[in-house]
């Protein structure tokens, strides 16, 4: 399987910061590289899929980069309801992995 | 308006069976995969696996291969996530899942709540 490591696994912030959450995969994935948001007591949302693109709906100070083995989501100008956990996930081949999340706290 | 819909929660006690459903509705359910997904309590996301459900084809990942099955009936548009024989440790939140075509997951389902106790 291919392993996914984020860090953080854990970020202090405040509303109008930015802040990066790193994903690194155990081998390459070209940009199948997936980013997701959870709530307490929610399902996870799709933010970003195959690296940097942008899921409809999703506001723009959300942003992703990468590819091969390094990612990156960025958040620019932390809004209240971003506080959350956030997952990173490969899909270039299964079983599509998980990261362990980053929790973006106040 | 794409939604998928799971059952409610169930609590269980080990060695019991259990199939939880994910009905899809407003769009082509054989078109899309559908994906499980474990959380367990107070931790990360575990992908489980994926089921065609035009075909009923699936994959699991190697964790839960022999532990769980997934099927499908696209005559009502709803997949599902069964056991034959429960643990303690199946306690968690299941969640179901549309797979893009970018292999991504767009929609979701609510959840479903499974507690295994005696």
């Known amino acids: 399987d291919i392993q996914m490591t984020q860090s953080p696994s854990s970020l202090s912030a405040s509303v109008g910061d930015r802040v990066t959450i790193t994903c690194r995969a155990s081998?390459?994935?070209?940009?199948?590289l997936n980013w997701y948001q959870q709530k307490p007591g929610k399902a996870p949302k799709l933010l970003i899929y195959a690296a940097s693109n942008l899921q409809s709906g999703v506001p723009s100070r959300f942003s992703g980069s990468g590819s091969g083995t390094e990612f990156t989501l960025t958040i620019s100008g932390l809004q209240p309801e971003d506080f959350a956990t956030y997952y990173c996930q490969q899909s270039y081949t299964t079983p599509y992995t998980f990261g362990r999340g980053t929790k973006l706290e106040i | 308006e794409v939604q998928l819909v799971q059952s409610g929660a169930e609590v269980k006690q080990p060695g019991e069976s259990l199939r939880i459903s994910c009905k899809g509705s407003g769009y082509s359910f054989t078109s899309y995969w559908i994906t499980w997904v474990r959380q367990m309590p107070g931790k990360g996301l575990e992908y489980m696996g994926k089921i065609d459900p035009s075909d009923s084809y699936t994959s699991y990942s190697p964790s839960f291969q022999g532990h769980v099955t997934f099927s499908a009936d696209k005559s009502i548009r709803t997949a599902y996530l069964q056991w034959s024989s429960l643990k303690a440790s199946d306690t968690a939140m299941y969640y179901c899942a549309r797979q893009a075509s970018g292999y991504d997951n767009d929609y979701w389902g609510q959840g479903t709540l499974v507690t295994v106790s005696s």
């Open positions: 081998q390459t994935i070209s940009k199948y």
